[in-house]
């Protein structure tokens, strides 16, 4: 009997100690399952001018027309940005961005026409 006793003991602790880590991990990977989908931090972009047409150039890639830009605006995700504004027969716009979490950004991108 004493034998059982100690077998019985023993299961308990062993189910308890496996319920405690199960518990644990479960936890860890509910945290990890909400992170996973969230993504770095991002801010509404706006971008007005006077060339609707003229194409936006953020960090070297076309992300999209002043038109996309001007009306409900972009996401942009926080950290530094080279901003370029290009439209044919207009001078180029640039602007370096800062971006921090929690702040919106507002450019205004009125290009010139090249001088003939």
């Excluded at 509404?44 to 194409?55: E, F, L, S």
């Excluded at 953020?58 to 530094?80: E, Q, T, W």
């Excluded at 602007?95 to 450019?107: A, M, N, Y």
């Amino acid at each position: 009997m004493k034998t059982l006793t100690r077998f019985s003991t023993s299961l308990s602790l062993s189910l308890s100690l496996s319920l405690s880590r199960c518990l644990a991990l479960s936890a860890v990977l509910s945290f990890a399952c909400a992170t996973v989908g969230s993504g770095p931090p991002t801010v509404a972009m706006r971008i007005a001018g006077n060339v609707p047409d003229a194409t936006i150039w953020i960090d070297d890639r076309l992300a999209g027309r002043m038109s996309d830009f001007s009306k409900s605006g972009k996401r942009l995700g926080v950290g530094f940005h080279r901003i370029e504004v290009r439209a044919p027969g207009h001078y180029s716009f640039f602007q370096e961005v800062d971006i921090k979490p929690g702040t919106d950004v507002s450019l205004q991108a009125d290009l010139h026409a090249l001088l003939q």
